[in-house]
Antibody
Framework: EVQLVESGGGLVQPGRSLRISCAAS????????MHWVRQAPGKGLEWVSG????????AYADSVKGRFTISRDNAKNSLYLQMNSLRPEDTGFYYC?????????????WGQGTLVSVSS | DIVLTQSPLSLSVTPGEPASISCRSS???????????LTWYLQKPGQSPQMLIY???NRASGVPDRFSGSGSGTEFTLEISRVEAEDVGVYYC?????????FGGGTKVEIK
């Protein structure tokens, strides 16, 4: 069974940094692309970033480009999102999601999310 | 970036009745491989989203056959043949034909 467990969320001041993680199990991690999707409180879904199976291809939403960095460690079955220069509008649940192929197509399976709150 | 527009914003349906949700794209979602990169999700209250339909019309594993997806180019539809109480939540479409991937704004489905 696919399991995706996010961690590392919390309260952080504007302008500071935070790294969130996703531990994957139940599938061959390095066969699939991975994504981060966020959801502000009471709002819709926003795709944040994606990374191909080998980390060669990465992509970002315009709203986070230059501030966030996605990475993966296939040896540890883990996905990461380094978030710098955080803003109040970055507040929300951050979901890790597994693609159905090795490149960036869609979010097949989702974790339960980790909450990031950006506030002074 | 590709913009996805969902309609209606909300829907109140009697159990057993059909429901239909539209997703319109600002650009064609037809990939060079012949597939349409449009995915449908349901986010039930208090839960993470779950995939219902992928590549426009393929039902995900474990999804009841009352859910179906259709469409091509820039116009796509999710249909529920007979709505059940467990179908309540917010439905989203997602395009994956190019990055950045983008979601529609969502359609909230309630039971009358």
């Amino acid at each position: 069974e696919v399991q995706l467990v996010e961690s590392g969320g919390g309260l952080v001041q504007p302008g500071r940094s935070l790294r969130i993680s996703c531990a994957a199990s139940g599938f061959t991690f390095d066969d699939y692309a991975m994504h981060w999707v966020r959801q502000a409180p009471g709002k819709g879904l926003e795709w944040v970033s994606g990374i191909s199976w080998n980390g060669v291809r990465v992509a970002y939403a315009d709203s986070v480009k230059g501030r966030f960095t996605i990475s993966r460690d296939n040896a540890k079955n883990s996905l990461y999102l380094q978030m710098n220069s955080l803003r109040p509008e970055d507040t929300g649940f951050y979901y890790c999601a597994k693609d159905h192929v090795s490149e960036l197509d869609l979010c097949e399976k989702w974790g339960q999310g980790t909450l990031v709150s950006v506030s002074s | 970036d590709i913009v996805l527009t969902q309609s209606p914003l909300s829907l109140s349906v009697t159990p057993g009745e059909p429901a239909s949700i539209s997703c319109r794209s600002s650009q064609s979602l037809l990939h060079s491989n012949g597939f349409h990169y449009l995915t449908w999700y349901l986010q039930k209250p208090g839960q993470s989203p779950q995939m219902l339909i992928y590549l426009g019309s393929n039902r995900a594993s474990g999804v009841p056959d009352r859910f179906s997806g259709s469409g091509s180019g820039t116009e796509f539809t999710l249909e529920i043949s007979r709505v059940e109480a467990e179908d309540v939540g917010v439905y989203y479409c997602l395009q994956g034909v190019e990055t950045p991937l983008t979601f529609g704004g969502g359609t909230k489905v309630e039971i009358k």
